[in-house]
């Protein structure tokens, strides 16, 4: 049960306006003595106290309330981001009021749940153009943590595309590796890290082929085109896989095929979740730096500074897998 300025009054053997005063800051208004506001602070932090967020939007203050908007509870990637946000949620005393879409597609259905409570701001957590959904919103401070509209009003923090693209290419050239093939999947992420990567391949004087799937499960992405690739017995040196988990359905389908990895071909992910590292063979990816995109969107709610685009460098983790 919540606990309530009467609880506190009661407690304590005080009217619920003395604790009223101390809990809004203006007890010295009325004369109330500093061993009276410390008793009231301490009963109330003991109890449990936490200001109602109505109350306080009433009142024009900060309701340390912010909303989270996940485009797809089923990626991992945005589980990590997820933990770090409940950690700066954690270490700047904010709640957070989470919602999302199914299948990546936006719903205002789906956000009904952030209309029942007053925000001091809105992180989003997926790359899309679509806006529209947004609107409903335009009047809170907003951060997406991926690539945006250019229309949209956010702050968008990316990882660097083309930096990470160069670091996969010139980290596969390295090795001796040539005949490489991207794997894409259909989200808004894939259609800039595509290109991305054939002109980092094309700068380098690389032949880079590139194939779409329009599976929406990122393993079976990779479990298909892999397939489909030796059935065709492609040539090729190096898969490039937009996201780690497509890189994991190429290691199955080469695995049941007998191919050694990365002796006669080399894999590649992205964005680093943790069962990057833990699968069989450990797989080379680009990870993404959490903890600074989410500090960036956390900072862009508590201090807004209007709308651009902050793009940060990826770090290259080469593992077994080339």
Same mark, same amino acid.
């Given at each position: 049960?919540a606990?309530?300025?009467?609880?506190?009054?009661?407690?304590l053997?005080?009217?619920?306006a003395?604790v009223?005063?101390v809990l809004?800051g203006?007890?010295e208004?009325?004369g109330?003595?500093?061993?009276?506001?410390a008793r009231?602070?301490?009963?109330?932090?003991e109890?449990g106290?936490?200001p109602?967020a109505?109350?306080l939007?009433?009142?024009?203050?900060s309701?340390?309330t912010i909303?989270?908007?996940?485009y797809?509870?089923n990626?991992?990637?945005?589980?990590?981001?997820?933990q770090?946000?409940?950690i700066?949620?954690?270490?700047h005393?904010?709640?957070?009021v989470?919602a999302?879409?199914?299948?990546?597609v936006p719903?205002?259905q789906?956000?009904q749940?952030l209309?029942?409570h007053?925000?001091?701001g809105?992180?989003?957590?997926?790359?899309d153009?679509?806006?529209?959904?947004?609107?409903?919103f335009?009047?809170?401070? =907003?951060?997406r943590?991926?690539?945006?509209?250019a229309?949209?009003h956010?702050?968008k923090i &990316?990882?660097?595309?083309d %930096? #990470? /693209?160069r670091?996969?290419?010139?980290?596969?050239?390295?090795r001796?590796?040539?005949n490489m093939?991207?794997i894409?999947?259909?989200?808004?992420?894939?259609?800039?890290?595509?290109?991305?990567?054939e002109?980092?391949?094309?700068?380098a004087?690389?032949r880079?082929? =590139?194939i779409?799937?329009e599976e929406?499960?990122?393993f079976?992405?990779g479990?298909q085109? &892999?397939?489909?690739?030796? %059935? #065709? /017995?492609v040539?090729?040196?190096a898969?490039?896989?937009n996201?780690d988990?497509?890189?994991?359905?190429?290691l199955h389908?080469?695995?049941n095929?007998?191919i050694?990895?990365?002796?006669q071909?080399?894999v590649?992910?992205?964005d680093d979740?943790?069962a990057?590292?833990?699968?069989i063979p450990p797989?080379?990816?680009i990870?993404q730096?959490i903890?600074?995109?989410?500090?960036l969107?956390?900072q #862009?709610?508590?201090?807004?500074g209007g709308s651009?685009?902050?793009?940060?460098?990826g770090?290259?983790?080469?593992r077994?897998?080339?």
């Amino acid at each position: 049960m919540a606990v309530g300025q009467k609880q506190i009054a009661e407690k304590l053997g005080v009217s619920i306006a003395l604790v009223s005063r101390v809990l809004s800051g203006r007890a010295e208004e009325i004369g109330i003595t500093p061993d009276t506001i410390a008793r009231v602070l301490k009963a109330a932090k003991e109890m449990g106290y936490v200001p109602s967020a109505a109350a306080l939007s009433l009142k024009g203050k900060s309701t340390r309330t912010i909303g989270v908007v996940v485009y797809d509870f089923n990626d991992p990637f945005f589980g990590a981001l997820i933990q770090q946000i409940q950690i700066q949620a954690h270490e700047h005393n904010y709640s957070l009021v989470l919602a999302g879409f199914l299948n990546r597609v936006p719903d205002k259905q789906d956000l009904q749940s952030l209309h029942k409570h007053t925000m001091d701001g809105l992180i989003v957590l997926g790359s899309d153009t679509e806006t529209e959904w947004l609107q409903d919103f335009s009047h809170l401070p =907003t951060a997406r943590i991926g690539h945006g509209s250019a229309e949209e009003h956010s702050l968008k923090i &990316t990882v660097d595309e083309d %930096d #990470a /693209a160069r670091q996969l290419v010139q980290h596969l050239i390295a090795r001796g590796r040539e005949n490489m093939i991207c794997i894409c999947g259909l989200l808004p992420a894939h259609r800039l890290r595509q290109p991305a990567l054939e002109k980092a391949a094309s700068a380098a004087g690389i032949r880079m082929t =590139t194939i779409v799937s329009e599976e929406k499960d990122p393993f079976a992405v990779g479990r298909q085109v &892999t397939q489909q690739l030796l %059935d #065709a /017995a492609v040539d090729t040196g190096a898969l490039i896989c937009n996201m780690d988990q497509i890189a994991m359905g190429a290691l199955h389908t080469l695995h049941n095929a007998n191919i050694n990895v990365p002796e006669q071909i080399s894999v590649t992910g992205f964005d680093d979740i943790p069962a990057a590292a833990q699968f069989i063979p450990p797989i080379t990816t680009i990870r993404q730096p959490i903890k600074e995109i989410v500090r960036l969107a956390f900072q #862009a709610i508590i201090e807004p500074g209007g709308s651009q685009t902050v793009y940060l460098p990826g770090e290259l983790i080469a593992r077994a897998t080339t």
